[in-house]
């Protein structure tokens, strides 16, 4: 087995090397706390069989690689819609909170038609990215990708196949929520207008929207940033699984001149 993103140590979760962000070699890519949350709201009781179709994180400052404690509750209970939120601490002081929707599942027939097939190739016959002789970090050891158009280096839209290379806590499966969202915080990254090696973009939250469940290991993104002079970006991701569409997701980005010595690559983290 795979060393994981995080172990768990009674009620912290302690990150491995892999979480690691390029921000900062002490803090976290955005991916791996996304789905820890994501884990913990899943979590969370319900009366009847829940889909969680919407979750955001605020990311409140850089997530260190440091021993994680979390927390999650029911805000809103009911049978058909629920409101899920839960808080990240780090030595006490909050650096993530979520705020999520679970809605009842329904089976409404074939009243809808078909679901939005795949309009890109599946994993298989995208390219892979070049191998990254960095330090161990997220983008380099924690998740393979496979690109369709763009890539990582390349500014511009970019559309990716995402899949983790490892279990987010111990050696649990991870839920296909789970991997969703830690695909979808590469949304800025992939999809960058500027220079990596001139400028930042990180991002201060993200929102992922489910109409579907999804399903397999591997997340697709066609990706794009919106930016402008003033410095302020949204990264907007519609995402797919191997079967077609299973939602959207957004980011907030704050794009500024980089500090000389960081690792120009991919993640997040506010400083």
């Known amino acids: ?93 909050e650096v993530c909170r979520a705020l999520g929707w679970r809605l009842r599942v329904t089976d409404l027939g074939d009243v809808l038609g078909a679901p939005e097939a795949l309009p890109f190739p599946a994993p298989r016959d995208a390219t892979p990215a070049d191998a990254d002789p960095g330090p161990d970090a997220f983008h380099r050891t924690g998740v393979e990708m496979r690109y369709v158009r763009g890539s990582l280096r390349q500014p511009g839209p970019c559309v990716a196949w995402i899949r983790l290379r490892r279990p987010v806590v111990d050696d649990e499966m991870p839920s296909p929520a789970m991997r969703t969202v830690a695909a979808a915080d590469f949304g800025n990254g992939i999809s960058s207008v500027v220079s990596w090696e001139r400028y930042g973009f990180l991002n201060t939250d993200l929102t992922v929207y489910l109409h579907r469940h999804p399903d397999g290991e591997w ?44 690792d120009a690559t991919s993640g997040n983290g506010v400083p």
Request: aromatic share 2%; net charge negative.
């Open 1 to 93: 087995m795979e060393t994981p993103l995080f172990q768990r140590a009674g009620e912290r979760f302690i990150p491995s090397e892999h979480a690691r962000g390029p921000w900062s070699p002490e803090a976290q890519h955005g991916g791996p706390p996304a789905a820890l949350v994501v884990r913990a709201l899943e979590a969370l009781p319900a009366d009847a069989p829940m889909s969680l179709a919407r979750v955001t994180l605020e990311i409140l400052g850089p997530v260190p690689l440091a021993p994680l404690s979390l927390t999650a509750a029911v805000e809103r209970p009911g049978r058909r819609v629920q409101l899920v939120s839960a808080t990240v601490l780090a030595e006490d002081v």
């Open 219 to 262: 997340v697709c993104l066609d990706a794009t940033t919106h930016a402008e002079r003033a410095g302020v970006a949204v990264a907007a991701s519609r995402l797919y699984d191997e079967r077609g569409r299973i939602g959207l997701s957004a980011q907030t980005l704050l794009v500024e001149p980089r500090a000389s010595g960081l």
